[in-house]
């Protein structure tokens, strides 16, 4: 199952590692130095860049379908999604799959 992040981005669900509030992580200056090396390192994805960004999600990386980047080079398995969606919406969507597979599973 697959999470859509916004502007038709889609991260496998059982590869998200987290999903994080932008604003009250970024307070952080570990979360900042993060975020920076991750974007330096071709590691950061942006879902729309015309409304503020609200979350970022942190998934790995299959390293046979993924391009490879300096972000996937040598021991840096994971991105980062910049998301223009809130972190609670982020959640539904995942907790609304989940259901989804349950009752499936159940039928």
């Known amino acids: 199952m697959y999470l859509s992040v916004g502007s038709s981005k889609n991260i496998r669900i059982k590869n998200i590692l987290g999903v994080f509030d932008l604003e009250s992580t970024t307070v952080s200056p570990i979360t900042r130095r993060y975020l920076s090396k991750a974007e330096k390192n071709d590691g ?3 879902t729309n860049g015309f409304e503020l960004p609200k979350s970022f999600v ?32 982020l959640a539904k969507r995942i907790e609304g799959k989940a259901d989804d597979i349950r009752e499936t599973e159940e039928e």
Do not use: F, W
């Not at 993924?66 to 021991?75: L, M, Q």
């Open 58 to 89: 942190v998934y790995r990386v299959n390293k046979r379908t993924e391009i490879r980047t300096k972000a996937t080079d040598g021991g840096h398995p994971t991105r980062v999604c910049i998301s223009q969606l809130s972190p609670s919406a």
């Open 44 to 46: 950061v994805t942006y």
